[in-house]
């Protein structure tokens, strides 16, 4: 996006079709509406828990606005506007190759940027859960093929032809003697036909789909030339920094602004309640000011790390039972002599993403613009309308690329902040974190608890299976709030806190329950939510009964994979199976190095891992990882690829290092010094292997992460017969 916001073409207002909406910008503008959503009810509690886990989120548009639509540039260029936001995931990438498919043009043709606000298209579920791409698989080429059939409809009326008549290559339109280009059609043509229901091409016609494809966004990202919200501008724009309390619930005891108000460069000092901030004519100048500013705090929040740990613990909270199969408890409870018990647990973490929040926000007398790095701008919109008690349809949010998001950009910003800034100050004020902010002035993973009881027969089988979990709440009062009986229904955050704790495995007794706690410290949704804690808890449990039972942890997996007629259980034995090959399983291992295994279910997506690792120093090296991944259907392998390697990667820091802590109410930890990630130095040897074992796609964006942590853990235990059950890793 270009920093001065140019927006094309001018709002019509929208008329809907049976199928899809249809409107004119001196180009071709097209959509569909796809609305979802699910509720259950209380005493469907655990069949809507098992649902969820596993159903597929589309898109939610809201019915009266387009979903999508392209623009034929004069160029013969399509630019796609998408409501679905690139940080990194390299949807824009697999979006053109959809389309470029249905409008046949070469994918260099197609142009992608995010839709602003104003364009009508909005995503309610905004960007996450690795639901971008499969949501839209067929959404988008729906909407490129009736867009090919409309100009085709076109160009066939001005030529006195038949619509079958006419061949499309590479953007032109021909017959016999007649030839025009998308653009010249498009420019020429006021009235369309709109086509029912276009054919789409089969998969087996595709020419871009499950082709190595080269990251549309890559030249300017390499280049320096991308555009994020650190790098926009507006004209005669200031820039601001937040006084913002470094202690959890802190509010303002006493200050003084004094010295701030003298400092150079300083156009104003706002201090209206809670928000403090500086204004100046440059950053600098903003951030020396603030540093002048003499304030004290209270502090009403105490908590320490052993208050969460004690907090955070099954037993505590809420429980909802989310599976039941068989009689696992009782099972359990009539045999608890005989029973292997043991327990996981898995600490906070930030998401340290490399761009921190900022925004840029110009309040006018009677409406606003808004750059802000963002997963969801219809929330942006919706919250920013609702502080300058504006109409939505008045404010307008543009949104970069984001550097990085994991669930951080999808709730909490400075957007806000910055509206009231702008408007306090009558100019464009650009706002962005300090690090140390980012970190103490976060939302968090949650730090949970999990306790794994099963009954081994005497012939090494799985009799039953208990898993109890505990964890606050990520997502669910945020997307409830305010909803009290709906709340209440539900029970428990099975969503995304709950995600991945239910049992995969066909073991005849299986239970689980979710214990839902309240705690003290802001919590949210962490790049794979409750799939990360739960594939480490279960995982890491299978293969201590593997390791107990003196099984082999693949085949014993294989084992408990029995059901041939579900679909999910034969696509994760086809992946065990290819990981025992890939990674050369069954061949001997060499001196000091152990290998571990971990697999997961995330929404249909099949995961598996096998790590190996050795002890260096009395630390924990990982050597090689091979991944398998079952997606479905492959829309970029190279894009896939990239993803299970990033996933790696963080799945180690995760694994090895990543730990927030939390002293008398306040964050301990404020820069990467004080919380490490995994570097290249500890990057191992990665490869990658992508199987399709259906007819659609499903994410990829998350499931590599989750098998990684309990692989590493399986890895130790295998080399010195140590389980480890906390995260981070320590083997002292």
Not at 246 to 255: C, E, H, L, Q, V
Not at 359 to 372: L, N, R
Not at 380 to 404: F, M, S
Not at 468 to 477: F, R, S, V, Y
Request: some cysteine.
């Amino acid at each position: 996006m270009s920093a001065d916001i140019q927006v094309g073409g001018i709002p019509q207002k929208k008329k809907a079709f049976s199928r899809r909406k249809f409107l004119q910008r001196g180009a071709i503008v097209l959509g569909g509406s796809v609305v979802a959503s699910y509720l259950g009810c209380s005493p469907m509690r655990r069949y809507t828990a098992q649902k969820v886990e596993g159903m597929d989120f589309p898109a939610s548009i809201s019915s009266f606005q387009p979903d999508f639509w392209f623009e034929v540039l004069a160029d013969n260029t399509i630019l796609l506007k998408s409501p679905k936001i690139e940080m990194g995931q390299g949807v824009w990438t697999g979006f053109a190759m959809l389309a470029a498919e249905e409008l046949e043009v070469p994918l260099e043709q197609i142009k992608v940027e995010h839709a602003s606000t104003s364009s009508g298209l909005i995503d309610n579920i905004n960007t996450g859960g690795s639901t971008s791409t499969a949501s839209l698989y067929e959404s988008i080429r729906e909407v490129a093929a009736t867009m090919r059939e409309m100009l085709k409809e076109a160009a066939a009326s001005k030529w006195g032809i038949k619509t079958s008549d006419i061949k499309v290559e590479n953007g032109v339109l021909t017959s016999g003697n007649n030839k025009a280009t998308y653009a010249e059609i498009a420019n020429s043509t006021k009235e369309w036909k709109v086509p029912k229901n276009p054919a789409l091409k089969p998969k087996s016609a595709f020419k871009y789909v499950g082709k190595e494809v080269k990251r549309i966004d890559l030249k300017p990202k390499v280049m320096g030339t991308a555009k994020y919200t650190m790098d926009s501008e507006l004209p005669d724009m200031l820039y601001a920094v937040l006084l913002q309390s470094p202690y959890i619930d802190g509010t303002i005891k006493t200050i003084d602004v004094g010295e701030a108000n003298k400092s150079a460069g300083v156009v104003k000092v706002i201090h209206e309640g809670e928000l403090v901030a500086v204004v100046a004519k440059t950053f600098f100048a903003a951030d020396s000011a603030l540093k002048k500013i003499v304030v004290t705090w209270n502090t009403p929040n105490k908590t320490q790390q052993a208050d969460l740990i004690k907090l955070v613990t099954v037993g505590n909270g809420k429980e909802v039972n989310v599976q039941k199969v068989g009689k696992a408890r009782s099972i359990i409870e009539d045999n608890i002599t005989d029973v292997f018990k043991q327990e996981y647990r898995t600490p906070m973490a930030t998401h340290a993403q490399m761009e921190v929040n900022a925004a840029i926000a110009h309040v006018e007398a009677d409406k606003a613009t808004i750059i802000t790095g963002t997963q969801g701008p219809g929330q942006v919109r919706d919250l920013v309308a609702k502080v300058l008690n504006l109409d939505k349809e008045k404010v307008d949010i543009h949104t970069p690329l984001l550097g990085g998001g994991f669930g951080r950009k999808a709730f909490k910003g400075n957007f806000v902040e910055a509206a009231l800034i702008s408007k306090a100050v009558g100019k464009p004020v650009k706002v962005f974190n300090s690090r140390q902010q980012e970190f103490q002035n976060g939302v968090y993973r949650p730090n949970t608890h999990h306790v794994l009881q099963a009954k081994i027969n005497e012939n090494g089988t799985i009799e039953a299976i208990l898993h109890d979990q505990a964890t606050p709440d990520m997502i669910l009062k945020t997307l409830l709030k305010g909803n009290d009986i709906a709340l209440k229904l539900l029970g428990s955050d099975f969503i995304s806190a709950g995600h991945g704790a239910s049992i995969m495995y066909n073991i005849p007794n299986k239970a689980t329950s979710v214990w839902n706690t309240d705690v003290p410290v802001p919590i949210s949704i962490w790049r794979a939510v409750g799939m990360f804690a739960n594939t480490f808890a279960i995982e890491s449990f299978i293969n201590e009964l593997a390791h107990k039972t003196a099984k082999d942890p693949i085949d014993f997996r294989l084992g408990l994979f029995t059901d041939t007629n579900d679909k999910i259980i034969e696509r994760s034995k086809k992946v065990l199976e290819t990981l025992i090959e890939k990674s050369a399983w069954k061949t001997p291992k060499a001196a000091g190095i152990g290998r571990g295994v971990a697999i997961c279910n995330d929404r249909k997506t099949i995961a598996a891992a096998a790590i190996e690792v050795e002890i260096v120093d009395n630390k924990i090296k990982v050597k090689k990882v091979t991944h398998v991944m079952d997606v479905g259907v492959s829309i970029n392998p190279e894009g896939i690829k990239a993803q299970i390697e990033g996933c790696v990667m963080m799945g180690i820091g995760a694994a090895l290092y990543e730990e927030l802590t939390v002293k008398d109410g306040q964050i301990e930890q404020g820069y990467f010094s004080q919380y490490p990630l995994a570097m290249l130095s500890d990057v191992p040897e990665i490869q990658t292997f992508i199987l399709e074992g259906d007819d659609i796609p499903y994410g990829v964006g998350e499931p590599p992460l989750s098998p990684i942590a309990p692989a590493i853990a399986g890895a130790i235990l295998d080399l010195s017969g140590k389980a480890l059950r906390s995260l981070p890793l320590r083997l002292s």
